[in-house]
């Protein structure tokens, strides 16, 4: 995949304005191959001294702006995200010593995609307004195919950008009553599954990179459902309670740690409150007597990696229906997470 707009020039002409002699580049893990050798290359003719964050990337939540100070970086380049929903923590990450750059790195298709696959199925399917959405890569291609299903006497939706992230599928979820379906651009399981979870409508899944069209339907809703019923079933019934929270700069949450505390305490449970850079399932196995956690960080911990924990982990939305603060039927209507 060497397709993806980098922005190097973009990124050379910010180097030599300010004169900056290191930075630290920062990739999702699906990036770590050609893009960054480009990138590399491309520096390392300028004389600049580049280092690259090991760690994996799940999103502009996670820049590593700690680790650009540790290591006297005038520059931190993140690619493969927008500033999506954090442009007022990347502000406050900003010092004078450490700059930050935002590249979504748009995906270019080796040749023209043909949209016509996606008419097809809508027209099988009867719909008549469609909800669009993808992830930041393919913000280009929903562009053309937002012009197509115009062109085609379709009525698409298109709330704010339209983009999706991996905590976040609000613009198909404001479009959910008016829209007969949902037309999604995007690679793999992972944003699919988020928004099975916070959305009813059907969805046709679109694959930039192969062309392969997947549809979920209200069955594979149900499914994802069930899966999060099961988790939300055992936790409730927990003793001792923990809660997750990140140090991160889009995953320290305190409002929800303050309220997760407030709870706990109305309900006579002395919760154990564990704060950490990188929750994983050795780092809470640590904590045995723990019989139940809530995460208030990233909410796709307790979603994604369900089955390597032994012990149940729920999302914020999730505890608050545990311990009656919502009902079932706002999980259904408003989403999981």
Not at 53 to 62: A, E, N, R, T
Not at 93 to 107: C, G, M, R
Not at 216 to 227: F, G, N, V
Not at 268 to 287: Q, Y
Request: charged share 20%.
């Amino acid at each position: 995949m060497n397709n993806y707009d980098l922005e190097l020039n973009r990124i050379l002409q910010k180097i030599r304005e300010n004169n900056y002699n290191s930075v630290l580049v920062q990739f999702p893990e699906g990036m770590l191959d050609k893009p960054l050798s480009k990138v590399k290359e491309f520096l390392s003719k300028e004389n600049i001294e580049v280092f690259v964050v090991g760690d994996p990337s799940y999103g502009v939540c996670d820049l590593a702006v700690d680790l650009a100070k540790k290591l006297r970086c005038d520059l931190l380049i993140h690619f493969g995200h927008s500033d999506f929903g954090f442009s007022h923590q990347i502000s406050l990450a900003k010092t004078e010593s450490v700059d930050i750059i935002l590249v979504p790195a748009y995906y270019n298709p080796p040749q023209e995609p043909d949209l016509n696959l996606i008419l097809n199925e809508i027209k099988k399917y009867g719909w008549k307004t469609i909800g669009l959405a993808a992830t930041v890569q393919h913000m280009r291609t929903l562009e053309k195919l937002e012009q197509d299903l115009n062109e085609n006497t379709f009525k698409s939706i298109r709330y704010d950008s339209g983009q999706v992230i991996g905590c976040n599928v609000t613009t198909l979820q404001k479009g959910s009553k008016e829209c007969d379906g949902f037309v999604s651009l995007h690679a793999g399981f992972f944003h699919t599954h988020g928004i099975l979870l916070n959305t009813k409508n059907p969805l046709i899944q679109y694959n930039p990179y192969t062309t392969e069209i997947t549809i979920y339907s209200e069955e594979d809703r149900k499914k994802a459902i069930q899966q999060r019923f099961t988790v939300l079933s055992s936790a409730k019934k927990a003793i001792k309670w923990g809660i997750l929270g990140s140090p991160k700069l889009g995953q320290l949450n305190q409002n929800f740690i303050s309220r997760a505390h407030l709870i706990f305490t109305e309900n006579n449970i002395d919760a154990l409150t564990v704060i950490a850079e990188n929750i994983n399932p050795h780092m809470v196995a640590n904590f045995s007597e723990i019989d139940a956690w809530v995460v208030t960080a990233c909410p796709r911990i307790a979603i994604d990696d369900k089955i390597n924990y032994t012990k149940p982990i729920i999302t914020f939305k999730e505890f608050l229906y545990l311990f009656d603060y919502l009902n079932w039927e706002d999980l259904l209507e408003h989403g999981f997470f």
